[in-house]
């Protein structure tokens, strides 16, 4: 069962770390605390992604659920780090 959640929790963060790469500005507005933001994301869930190749052993089913709901985060913002941060 711990394979599957690894499994699980590998696509969520390869898939996510792949949408912030995608992200296209189209014309938005420049701000250098997002970028750094985005930029800390996706070293984090790199880093997260390769761990849970490496220490598969050590995952459970709520880090597993942590990543598909940050992984459904980031890509109904459609990569957007602005979107997440926003408040309406």
């Known amino acids: 069962m711990t394979h599957l959640y690894a ?5 969520a963060y390869a898939g996510a770390t792949l949408r912030l ?5 189209d014309g938005a507005r420049h701000r ?4 750094w933001l985005a930029w800390i994301l996706l070293v984090v869930l790199g880093g ?15 880090e597993a659920a942590r990543a598909v709901l940050l992984s459904l985060f980031i ?3 459609r990569g957007n780090v602005a979107r997440l941060l926003r408040s309406e």
């Open 7 to 11: 499994f699980i929790a590998f696509i």
């Open 21 to 25: 790469l995608a992200y296209r500005r």
């Open 32 to 35: 250098h605390h997002v970028s």
């Open 48 to 62: 997260s992604a390769v761990d849970v190749l490496l220490h598969v052993h050590t995952l459970d089913f709520f």
């Open 75 to 77: 890509f109904c913002s």
